[in-house]
T-cell receptor, first 114, second 116 residues
Framework: KAGVTQTPRYLIKTRGQQVTLSCSPI?????VSWYQQTPGQGLQFLFE???????NKGNFPGRFSGRQFSNSRSEMNVSTLELGDSALYLC?????????????FGEGSRLTVL | AQSVTQPDIHITVSEGASLELRCNYS??????LFWYVQSPGQGLQLLLK??????LVQGIKGFEAEFKRSQSSFNLRKPSVHWSDAAEYFC??????????????FGKGTLLTVNP
């Protein structure tokens, strides 16, 4: 079956703009998590959605937000972009919430902020 | 605070040599532990996981890991490395409790280079 699909794969934005990233989980998976990956900070947890509800949230400012639709697809939005938001944003899906099961990762959306 | 530490940022081994990647954790109780691998330009793939029971865990691609409570470690091993194993490896942990409010914490990763 198809894996986790993230779009777009690459994008360039300028400071102050906003961006929306999309994630389609594996069919049947209802949990979607988002991570930010940077060389300096590594992988940092953003948030997790399960059945359209945010279940967990990391330590990121309110500029970072997300949502999940009834078909389990998820979007994350970053408003008022800063240079430090340049990163690889990874989405992961799993059947259940709470990381009790295996996470399946997409290939990521690489965001560059100029 | 809960944390996962990978002491080695970069390791270089020769093809055919054995490999051990270190991971230490700091949790109040024994956590769930995972090893993931990330190839260039790719997402992360789960190699193996430890929840409880047998402390030697077998994974995919010939990898294994050993949980040692006394050393708070969960080191990843492979007896003979192949050039295709060159990638970045991440150790991760989460609290071993029921419920859903427990995030997965990743180490900073170890970059593995394989020399021919």
């Amino acid at each position: 079956k198809a894996g986790v699909t993230q779009t777009p794969r690459y994008l360039i934005k300028t400071r102050g703009q906003q961006v929306t990233l999309s994630c389609s989980p594996i069919s049947g998976h209802r949990s979607v998590s988002w991570y930010q990956q940077t060389p300096g900070q590594g992988l940092q947890f953003l948030f997790e959605y399960f059945s359209e509800t945010q279940r967990n949230k990391g330590n990121f400012p309110g500029r970072f937000s997300g949502r999940q639709f009834s078909n389990s697809r998820s979007e994350m939005n970053v408003s008022t972009l800063e240079l430090g938001d340049s990163a690889l944003y990874l989405c992961a899906s799993s059947f259940a919430t709470g990381f009790a099961g295996e996470l399946f990762f997409g290939e990521g959306s690489r965001l560059t902020v100029l | 605070a809960q944390s996962v530490t990978q002491p080695d940022i970069h390791i270089t081994v020769s093809e055919g040599a054995s490999l051990e990647l270190r991971c230490n954790y700091s949790y109040g109780a024994t956590p769930y532990l995972f090893w993931y691998v990330q190839s260039p330009g790719q997402g992360l793939q789960l190699l193996l996981k430890y929840f409880s029971g047998d402390t030697l865990v077998q994974g995919i691609k010939g990898f294994e890991a050993e949980f040692k409570r006394s050393q708070s470690s969960f080191n990843l091993r492979k007896p003979s490395v192949h050039w295709s194993d060159a990638a970045e490896y991440f150790c991760a942990g989460r609290e071993n409790r029921g419920g859903s409010n427990y995030k997965l914490t990743f180490g900073k990763g170890t970059l593995l280079t394989v020399n021919p």
